[in-house]
Structure formats: structure tokens, C-alpha cells
């Protein structure tokens, strides 16, 4: 088999993604400036592997001047992170703006422009301020939609001038299915009227935010980052296509459709009324919605849904579920990423960069994450010391490389965002599965140190391209 070089286009964004939450740590929080997820860890710390979590994280508070200087040692071209909207704030009502946290944001933003790293910025990775959820329920309050947009205001006033890219949200979705849907995290509640109630109070939210930041006319774009998964149906017979239609509509359409075109699905509509689980909104809502659409996209994908038509009764006593029309299918022989139980189909990365071309209006795009975290990477360590990670570089050059076609037959992606630059905290699994390019050691007070990924990013960012194995025609 063939070793090829695949070129990066002109232009293309080769940079990491991070959040406030996953990296920061607590350090410089106040009384009272707590986070959706710090309560989350606060409540059960010991579900959270190791009980590690957002408490330390990787110190990037104390420490982001050390990790841009890696960042600009191997080259990125950006970094994503959010801002922390429970730590930015001492008011959440009035929005009045926490000068030690404005000052940190302010630095690390510097500090990155500095390197020749482009600053990307998100306004909420879950970082939804404790208080508003307990007084307020959070997100399932349009009040909370308000403050929110307050927020984002303070946000764009302040860094509007530098930061060419923002986001109104990471993967907005997760929370209120995990949370109410699955009740499966914190508070544990199934409710699936509030879990559809929080969707659409976001997707107004995004909304609303993008009309504020576009009556300023700064000289960026805004857009939203969605976990989008590439959906297959099981085969071709009706009633798996069906199932797998009615997959996408809940988890990929309810916010592509929104957010890219301005309309909320019909056919969603129907189903949640036909439950009696629809969401409140008004019209003078929708029309927000409508003109107030993404300037970009950010998408975020690690593995593909595969979908089959529903082949047990369903229980009528469960509340709504939309897996009430289909159950998860596991492809024979499917290639796994074991540490996380994901499947690994590079190829998520052309149909979906076909269907932005083809159904989105090609608009322009990101892969805001992709990567692959690893159980136990000390064991890949070399004499060195030095983690030899060659399955990540293979991770990353067979998703690239199918980016690169989609690219190449007319698909409007402009970049690729790898998670992520260090290794960071994840939802209850917390350092379990590695993501990083650098590593954070965290028998050694958090040490950093570059994997051979890192080394090979670097090769990848300076030489605009890579190499790796043709493709072989079975393989397409
Ligand atoms: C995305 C999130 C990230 C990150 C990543 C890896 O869904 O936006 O915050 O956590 O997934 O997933 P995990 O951390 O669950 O392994």
C-alpha cells in the first residue's frame, strides 16, 4: 500500500479545542460564583473517576502562559476555549462583570494573540452559574434566556474587538438529555417536557445573543458548536430509514435546522404535541430564531449513530423518549475506541461535510472537535519518558484525510480543531481517557510534557501536510 501526502488547503485552521471548566480549575472562583458542574462534582465526587474533576482540572488558571508557549511551540493556528459565565460574573442579574476574571480572560486572550494563536471563544460550555439553576430552574427559564443574552453582551463588549471568532454555545444538547432525558446526571430528574423545554430556550438563546453581537458590527463571526452525529440506518428497508429519520431529527436537526436555516422542524412539532411533551414558544420567538441565523458552524464529531427500527414493545407507562421509534444498532465488526466505548468511522467526516454542502446551504463550517481519548496512555510511555501515541496520529490522519475530500468536492470547512491540546477533565470520567496532545502528569504536580502527537502536529502545521497510506478503493 501507497504512503500519500495529504494537503492542507490555503487558509485551513489546524488548531485545539479546550473549555473553561475541563482546564481551569476553581482557583480565583469567589463565594457564590459556582458552576452547573462544579455542584455537579460537589454532589457526587465520587462518581467522578478517581475523584478528580473541575476542582484543579489542569491549573490552566495558574498555568496558561506555560501551556500557550507549547501551543505556540508546535504551532497551532488556534485555540478554542469558553468563558467560564459563572466565573466572568459577580451579578448574574444585573451582569455586573468580575474585574479579576474579566483581567484573566482579557490575558489569556492576549497572550494567545501574541503567539500568533487565533483566540476562539465560546460563551457556555455548561458553565451555567449554579444560582440560576436553583433559582430559576436554568435553562428551561426564558428569564435565564435574558440573562444569558446580558451576558454574551459583556462578553462581545469586552473582547468583541480582538476575538474574530465566537460561539454562542458548546453542544447545547447534552445537559437537559443526559440530565432529563436519560436521567442519568446531575439532578437526576426525567422529565422530558423540561428537556425539550431547555432545546428550544437555547436555541433562542443563540439566537438572541447573535442579533446583539451582529447590531455591533464587529469585524468576527459568531456561530454555534454541535454535537452532530452522522446517522445510519441499520439497512434500507423503510423502517430503518424511518427510525433513523426520526434519530435525526431529535439530535441533529433540532438545532441544525434552527440555527443554520431559522426553522424548528414541523415534523418535531407534531411528535412532541402527538407526547404532550412540546415546548412553549411564542411567534415573535420564532421570528428571533428565523433572523438570527449562524455566520458559521461548529461542529463537533467523534462517532457515528447507527440505527435500527424499534424491535421491543414499548412500555406505555415511560414517559416520552424519542427512542420510543428505535434502538441503537451495533455494527458487526465495527472498529471501537474501547476506552470510551465509541466506534470509529473516519468517514463521519465526508458525509457529514457532504451534508452541510448539500443540505445546509454550504455553509461555512469547523470540525470544532474530534479525537480520541486513551485509557492509560503511561503505558505507551518510551525510555523517555515521552508517550508514543501512534494510534491518536492515525486517529487524526484518517479522519483528516477524509475531511480533505469532502473539502476537496466543494464542501465549505475551513478548519479542524483536535481534542484536545492537553489532556483535561471529562464528565465524570474525568482523566480516565487521555485526549491531549501534551500530557498532564499528574503524579508530577501536572507536569506537562508533548507526546509524539504533539511533535507530529507540529510537523503536520509546519509542513501543511501529512503523510499516510492511500486510500485503498474497498476503503472508500
Ligand atoms: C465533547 C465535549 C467535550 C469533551 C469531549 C470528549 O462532547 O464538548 O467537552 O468532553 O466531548 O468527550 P468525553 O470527555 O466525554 O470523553
Known amino acids: 500500500m501507497g504512503v500519500k501526502k495529504y494537503y492542507l488547503p490555503d487558509n485551513f485552521i489546524l488548531g485545539a479545542a479546550a473549555s473553561a471548566w475541563q482546564t481551569e480549575g476553581w482557583a480565583g472562583k469567589k463565594e457564590g460564583q459556582e458552576s452547573f458542574i462544579d455542584v455537579w462534582y460537589k454532589s457526587n465526587p465520587e462518581l467522578w473517576y478517581n475523584g478528580y474533576g473541575p476542582a484543579i482540572a489542569t491549573d490552566f488558571y495558574n498555568r496558561f502562559r506555560e501551556d500557550i508557549r507549547l501551543m505556540k511551540e508546535i504551532g497551532l493556528d488556534a485555540y478554542r476555549t469558553s468563558i467560564d459565565w459563572s466565573r466572568f460574573l459577580r451579578n448574574y442579574e444585573t451582569a455586573e462583570v468580575d474585574e479579576?476574571?474579566?483581567?484573566?480572560?482579557?490575558?489569556?486572550?492576549?497572550?494567545?494573540?501574541?503567539?500568533?494563536?487565533?483566540p476562539m471563544i465560546c460563551l457556555e460550555h455548561y458553565e451555567l452559574p449554579a444560582l440560576l439553576l436553583e433559582k430559576y430552574g436554568g435553562w428551561g427559564s426564558k428569564y435565564v434566556v435574558d440573562l444569558y443574552v446580558k451576558y454574551a453582551e459583556k462578553v462581545f463588549n469586552l473582547y468583541g474587538d480582538k476575538v474574530k471568532y465566537f460561539f454562542t454555545f458548546n453542544e447545547p444538547i447534552v445537559i437537559q438529555t443526559r440530565a432529563f432525558l436519560d436521567s442519568v446526571r446531575y439532578p437526576f430528574r426525567q422529565d422530558t417536557k423540561t428537556a425539550m423545554?431547555?432545546?428550544?430556550?437555547k436555541i433562542l438563546a443563540s439566537a438572541k445573543a447573535i442579533e446583539v453581537y451582529k447590531k455591533s458590527k464587529y469585524n468576527g463571526k459568531i456561530g454555534i458548536i454541535?454535537?452532530?452525529?452522522?446517522?445510519?440506518?441499520?439497512?434500507?428497508a423503510e423502517h430503518d430509514v424511518m427510525a433513523a429519520k426520526i434519530y435525526d431529527l431529535f439530535f441533529n436537526r433540532f438545532y441544525l435546522d434552527p440555527c443554520v436555516k431559522g426553522e424548528i422542524p414541523v415534523e418535531l412539532i407534531e411528535i412532541l404535541k402527538f407526547h404532550r411533551c412540546n415546548f412553549e414558544f411564542t411567534k415573535e420567538e420564532l421570528d428571533i430564531i428565523k433572523n438570527n441565523t449562524v455566520q458559521i458552524l461548529g461542529l463537533n464529531l467523534y462517532t457515528p449513530a447507527r440505527i435500527k427500527a424499534r424491535e421491543s414493545a414499548w412500555n406505555p407507562a415511560t414517559p416520552f423518549h424519542p427512542s420510543f421509534y428505535y434502538?441503537?444498532?451495533?455494527?458487526?465488526g465495527r472498529k471501537m475506541n474501547l476506552s470510551r466505548g465509541w466506534e470509529i468511522y473516519p468517514r463521519i467526516m465526508y458525509d457529514m461535510a457532504m451534508r452541510i454542502k448539500n443540505e445546509y446551504g454550504n455553509i461555512e463550517w469547523l470540525v470544532t472537535e474530534n479525537g480520541m481519548g486513551i485509557e492509560n496512555e503511561q503505558k505507551f510511555k518510551n525510555d523517555d519518558g515521552v508517550i508514543q501515541d501512534d494510534y491518536r496520529i492515525e486517529f487524526i490522519s484518517e479522519h483528516l484525510r477524509w475531511l480533505l475530500k469532502g473539502i476537496e468536492e466543494g464542501s465549505n470547512c475551513k478548519g479542524y480543531m483536535l481534542w484536545s491540546f492537553t489532556d483535561n477533565v471529562s464528565p465524570l470520567n474525568a482523566f480516565k481517557n487521555r485526549y491531549g496532545l501534551v500530557e498532564i502528569d499528574l503524579d508530577n504536580s501536572r507536569n506537562r510534557r508533548i507526546k509524539k502527537s504533539g511533535y507530529w502536529y507540529k510537523e503536520v502545521l509546519k509542513n501543511r501536510y501529512f503523510e499516510y497510506k492511500d486510500f485503498t478503493p474497498e476503503y472508500i
Request: charged residues 25%.
Open 327 to 332: 434502538d441503537k444498532f451495533e455494527l458487526p
Open 226 to 236: 454541535l454535537n452532530v452525529e452522522v446517522t445510519y440506518p441499520r439497512s434500507l
Open 197 to 201: 423545554q431547555w432545546n428550544y430556550n
Open 100 to 118: 479579576d476574571a474579566a483581567e484573566y480572560y482579557d490575558s489569556v486572550i492576549n497572550e494567545l494573540i501574541k503567539n500568533g494563536i487565533e
